[in-house]
T-cell receptor, first 109, second 117 residues
Framework: DAKTTQPTSMDCAEGRAANLPCNHS???????VYWYRQIHSQGPQYIIH???NNETNEMASLIITEDRKSSTLILPHATLRDTAVYYC??????????FGEGTQLTVNP | NAGVMQNPRHLVRRRGQEARLRCSPM?????VYWYRQLPEEGLKFMVY????????ESGMPKERFSAEFPKEGPSILRIQQVVRGDSAAYFC???????????????FGQGTRLTVV
């Protein structure tokens, strides 16, 4: 599995955009970039995933660089309920889904 | 469509007893992953199973732990002769396995909290 590197922690003001970076310089051509989050020891929650193109859904946007070596998860208007550990994972169906240490995002009032 | 169901949510066992953790995947999902999360630590992969097959068990301890995903019924993670160090949250995830342009996501259950006393 490709390794990912994320900052250990980040802070964001409520209502502002939260931009969470991830480096995955050894990603292979068939691996997707996935983002999950875990809120206070609950089960991880799927957020978004992408291969090459930028993606957007009701929760977030995913920006993947052209060389695919890094990506950014954007929560456009962070709320207190977005405080969680965010995991960036590279994965393809049929292989295992491996979590790193993630980024602890704290949204402050 | 119900989500991934894990039971029990909380399980207390005395040292030396057996623990059985169940995971019912989402309807139509034939792939199951198990993870362990020790207190204040991250999610560690344990095992990846398809129906009746173990695909990757590289994260499973070599002794006392086993997993199965039979043709009928839930996936079972079994821990024999539990010790205090087995106390953790155990999560399972399921996916339908789809290759191609869209790939697929895995959905997680709420976990089983095992406490060994």
């Amino acid at each position: 599995d490709a390794k990912t590197t994320q900052p250990t922690s980040m802070d964001c003001a409520e209502g502002r955009a939260a931009n969470l970076p991830c480096n995955h310089s050894t990603i292979s051509g068939n691996e997707y970039v996935y983002w999950y989050r875990q809120i206070h020891s609950q089960g991880p929650q799927y957020i978004i995933h992408g291969l090459k193109n930028n993606e957007t859904n009701e929760m977030a946007s995913l920006i993947i660089t052209e060389d695919r070596k890094s990506s950014t998860l954007i929560l456009p208007h962070a709320t207190l309920r977005d405080t969680a550990v965010y995991y960036c994972i590279v994965f393809t169906s049929g292989s295992r889904l491996t979590f790193g240490e993630g980024t602890q995002l704290t949204v402050n009032p | 469509n119900a989500g991934v169901m894990q039971n029990p949510r909380h399980l207390v066992r005395r040292r030396g007893q057996e623990a059985r953790l169940r995971c019912s995947p989402m309807k139509g999902h034939s792939h199951v992953y198990w993870y362990r999360q020790l207190p204040e630590e991250g999610l560690k992969f344990m095992v990846y199973l398809q129906k009746e097959n173990i695909i990757d068990e590289s994260g499973m301890p070599k002794e006392r732990f086993s997993a199965e995903f039979p043709k009928e019924g839930p996936s079972i993670l079994r821990i024999q002769q539990v010790v205090r160090g087995d106390s953790a949250a155990y999560f399972c995830a399921s996916s339908p396995f789809r290759q191609g342009p869209s790939n697929t996501e895995a959905f997680f259950g709420q976990g089983t909290r095992l406490t060994v006393v």
